[in-house]
């Protein structure tokens, strides 16, 4: 395995995960384990984490945990998604891109709008491991403009 680290044919890169639970060493990722992805000491670790360097995916697949109120659940992952898209603008590189779960209402197409000052192109997307019957969607927004 070590020739992962020495072939150069293969990509490079920094993956950072956060979760709020404890979670396993993974070979090759930084790994917060119980930190909140919304608290500005998390975002402030990330930042430190990669150094200078600008990245070209950040991906959510938070959600907060289910009330059972499905207008409140929703409010809850928009805003999770919100400070998400926000903290992209920080560490994108142009044309980088934003892949982030959210569960359909209301509130979706206000998102959309909102990438869409800030990502060329912005699509829903369902994979097809999700249950036709789910509310469940991501929001992929792509090329990255930067900060106006």
């Not at 994108?92 to 982030?100: E, Q, Y």
């Amino acid at each position: 395995m070590l020739s992962y680290f020495t072939d150069m044919k293969l990509p490079k890169g920094t993956a950072i995960g956060i979760d709020l639970q404890y979670v396993n060493s993974i070979r090759g990722a930084i790994l917060l384990s119980k930190c909140d992805f919304t608290s500005a000491k998390t975002q402030a670790e990330i930042l430190q984490k990669l150094g200078n360097k600008k990245a070209d995916l950040v991906l959510s697949d938070m959600a907060p945990a289910c009330s059972g109120d499905r207008s409140m659940d929703h409010h809850k992952i928009i805003e999770l998604c919100s400070s998400v898209i926000r903290f992209s603008t920080v560490v994108l590189k142009n044309d980088g891109a934003v892949l982030c779960k959210l569960w359909m209402g209301g509130q979706q197409k206000i998102l959309e709008d909102a990438m869409r000052k800030l990502f060329l192109n912005v699509k829903p997307v369902k994979p097809n491991a999700s249950r036709d019957d789910s509310a469940e969607i991501y929001l992929l927004g792509r090329n990255f403009k930067g900060m106006i």
